[in-house]
């Protein structure tokens, strides 16, 4: 147990690089830079505030509907199924993609002693991701509902156990998904494509699941009977999605009586039986998945060089934009973040829409009544704001880590650096728009002019979205990482770039809303290309002299 | 070729001077040794000039060139290979080397016919198709070493070159520095391997706590320290006595 105590205070010290922060305070510049994080968090409440306002009124809505239990699912399984699908992520980079491995196996310790603390590590950062979302839904219905002492001890119960099931599960699935892709020379790449399709698989699943539960509820024919005599039908028929939502739900709206007492007994009881589960298996399949991992592979005879191995000279910048790519496409948890991400999203709502069954095409169709200038509008914006959401820009100068030191000593010019990062963005950029486009056109709401648009503002929108995202992050890099998930994942600059991108694509929308009744769509258009081109000019220069500086001062 | 001009440095608010007030000046043709103990401020210098570390105060000139005034042209001088090999896992070796090619403008076949002769001497022809995640650390050191002498720099800066090379390799690189060195060209090194220093370099300084205590020809030092002994003894009562 004590070893198991050493690991987790070691793994949280180096994970948050607590001794590293506790050094930094003592420079006046590092403790300038950590009071900024606080004043940049605060500055995301007021759409925080939005979110939280919309949650505290959603309690109204299934109060009158006398479901009021189900206002708490949905805050549950919201959070759940957050944890669990971001958990497949944290757990891979974590257990297997993390530079202390090639420390820890050589020690004496059992694989179920590191994976206990690598799990408890990760657990306390899904805290931080997950209570800004269900602390809403809990507190609302313990004011609003008045709720008394005991539901207060129900809730931290309840909340301390939540990401239990959900990052058991998230690691019993990647575990048994890396050992039985352990396969000698193409690992890589058997990992990236079985890895996407797993993640499809189990959405197609759980969307799947939702809309059969949604149906067979609203075709029960006692339907309105029932709604009225039972307060927890709706839970009962829709937290079949993930049972152990429906449970905590179930316990903390009947504390007062013994059914409460029981689902949270059940509720921590299954999360216990996730966790020892979990770690048995890890015992006997962790080191499978991981140590062939750990080696890489080289051919055997190398082939010889040839000419054509010497590549003609490339221009600076593309040089450097090439080698952004490679490295991104070629580092799994990179890939997963960006490409993957940019792949994933349409086809989910793609996805979701088809399995709700209804002719949703025909539906937007209808709704937008042929004027397809406003899908236009709408996937420029999806598309601008994905030039943050790919994560490229504002990790770019983070992802260099050790390796920035040659960018530092190496005669390239500023406007390069650049260009060449910019340009890298904009390739995974061009992915997102290919799949986005091709949804579209499986829904068959797309024409010549769209593509031309959406395009074409897509990509310059997304200029200006990836030089924002790095100026973020040339102003603060992340350098000192042993693990790449942490310059993608673990990376303030990240939280921060959105939430600026947001507001910038909040700000560009509404105008372009405003102007939609005012004048012809092409004149908005053109509105909308000269702000992309004017920030994008504008940032350009910011980065320029921001980046001179960083370059020279960064020690 | 290299002018260090009132350079100094200090860390912890000033507290601690880790170079402090150093004038040196190394020719063309020169091998020039740069040693000292641990943390004497060897790699300050050295990052100070490569433009890693910016100075508190003093200058850095590279052929006449300040290199925190002109960073662009003077880099383009310069050719650095750090202590530790850091360069990309997942490239491969001879991705890296186009790379680098790449900053330095160098034509297709002059890079082809550089890299070849590097590859050759170093012995890394096999492995150069592989990626860097799959190298020890000795051949890291060797592709760092090859990127850092594809442009033929005029002046070559290393910390710590002689780390983790096997005795083939380096061997190669002294024979590589010394023949730059006939060819007008600098080379400027830190290192632990007073032996090395000692046959190699035409001049010698010596840091200890930020200030150089010694600076000269072989000769010069051995004159000074008053009789006939080995670089390792002079070093050794230098830096006791200090």
Redesign the interface.
Known sequence: MNRILALIKMDINNTYGLSAIRYNLKSKKEKWKLILIPVLILSLLPSYYIIVFSIYNLYGVFLNMGQKSMFLLYGILITQLILFFTGLLYVLSKYYFSNDMNILIPLPLKPKEIITAKFVSLMIYEYLTLLPIILPFVITYGIRGSEGLLYCIYSLIILLFIPVIPLSLASIIIMAFMKFTNIKGKKDLVRIIGYFIMIVLLLAFQLKVQSIAGKSLLNEDDFMYKLITDSNLFVKRLGVVFPPSMWAAISLTNYLNITGFLYVLLFMGISILAFVIMSLLSERVFLDGLIGNLEVSTSRKSEKLRASDFSKSYPVYLSLGLKEIKVLLRTPVYLFNSVIGVVLIPIIILMSMAMEGTNVSQEIKMLIGGNYHLLNLIGIGYVTFLGIMNCVGCTTFSREGKNMWLHRTMPIDIKDQIFGRVLSSLFVQLIGIVTLLGCLAYMGLINVQSIFWITLLGLLGSISMTELGMIVDIYRPMLDWDNPQKPMKQNLNVLISMGIGSIYVLAVGFLAYKLLDMMDVAFIYGILAAIFVISSYVFFKILNRLIKRQFESLE | MLKLKGLSKTY??GHVKAVDNINLEVKSGEIFGFLGPNGAGKTTTIKMI?????PDSGNVFIDGIDV?EN???A??K?S?V?D?P??????KG??YL???????????DI??KR??KY?DIFEL???????I??YSHGMKQKLVLISALIHEPELFILDEPMVGLDPKSSFKLKEIMRQRCNEGKTVFFSTHVLDVAEKLCDRIAIINKGKIIALGTMDELRNSAGNNESLEKIFLELTDNE
Do not use: H
């Open positions: 912890s608010k490569v433009g890693l570390l910016k925190w960073p662009l042209e880099k383009k310069i650095f750090p530790t850091e360069v990309y896992d997942k490239l001879i991705e186009n790379f680098i090619a790449d900053i330095y403008e160098i034509p297709k890079r082809q890299i070849e590859l022809k096999d492995a150069i198709g592989n990626v995640g799959s």
